[in-house]
């Protein structure tokens, strides 16, 4: 288990249940598969578990997925048969559901627990390549539909102590979520801009004024090109909101993803790899 503060990430998640149709598009995918092995590489010793803000899973209010074991939820449509009958059996955590569900409260959230919610592929694409093995718990947190990204970044930092007792905060999305964009290649331009924005957002702006541009990020340029509906981005509020003021880190990044698009990944605080060789530097 973790002993220091984990990092939180904002994820780009891929098209579909694409770790098991990589053949239909050899190497598409190479570049965003290397990058979370890496991600699994920062992070040193397992987390206890995973918190996971998932693009695909919207309520009236922050939900958390309490199942013991929980189903899968197969949220695409047109991919061949045998991705309707994926598994991935890492066991649900009802306990930290109802951790999570009480910082919520007492941070004046409305919140709630869903006993039936299961993993869509938001989730299990990313942890499926992340942690194979599927050993890791893995608790889901609901979007609020209407998207306010304040509302986001403030459940972030109630949620930020889970970081110091080995909670792994992940949202996934995607940097650039506009799917006509990507098919057609048109999306090339408006990714690029906005991929710019972000960059300067999460990595080169202090704390308070990343804070400031995610709440107004429909003002960026290409803002609403390259995310139509934000559902994809949103994610990345409760994991910036988690961050406080650690600083962010791109930790993937291309340029013609499926071709044409810019496509990113970002980690906010210090690796976990770096903090122990780090520790072990000032025993010596």
Request: charged fraction near 20%; avoid cysteine; charge should be negative.
């Amino acid at each position: 288990m973790a002993s220091q503060r984990l990092p939180t990430y904002f994820l780009s998640h891929g098209g579909g249940p694409w770790p098991w149709i990589k053949d239909l598009r050899p190497g598409a995918y190479d570049q965003l598969e290397q990058s979370l092995h890496h991600v699994r590489a920062e992070l040193g010793e397992l987390p206890r578990a995973v918190l996971m803000v998932s693009g695909h899973w919207e309520a009236d209010r922050f939900l958390l997925s309490s199942a013991a074991r929980p189903p899968m939820v197969y949220d695409y449509s047109g991919f061949p048969e045998h991705t309707y009958r994926i598994r991935y059996d890492a066991p649900g955590d009802p306990a930290l559901a109802e951790t999570v569900r009480a910082m919520l409260d007492r941070g004046g959230v409305p919140t709630g627990l869903d006993p039936q919610r299961g993993y869509d592929h938001g989730t299990f694409s990313l942890m499926h390549t992340l942690y194979p093995e599927a050993q890791l718990p893995v608790v889901q947190l609901a979007l609020k539909a209407d998207f306010v990204p304040a509302e986001h970044l403030r459940v972030g930092e109630l949620l930020a102590p889970l970081r110091d007792q080995g909670v792994l905060i992940i949202g996934s999305g995607f940097s650039y979520h506009d799917v006509r964009g990507i098919m057609s290649g048109r999306g090339k331009l408006a990714s690029a801009t906005f991929d710019a924005w972000l960059e300067e957002t999460l990595i080169h702006s202090a704390p308070e004024d990343r804070t400031k541009r995610l709440i107004d990020w429909s003002s960026a340029p290409a803002a609403r090109a390259a995310h139509p509906r934000e559902d994809h981005l949103i994610p990345l509020m409760v994991a910036a909101g988690a961050a406080g003021r650690d600083a962010g880190a791109r930790v993937y990044h291309e340029e013609a993803f499926m071709g044409a698009i810019t496509a990113s990944s970002y980690r906010f605080g210090d690796l976990v790899v770096a903090a122990a060789a780090h520790e072990l530097e000032g025993a010596n």
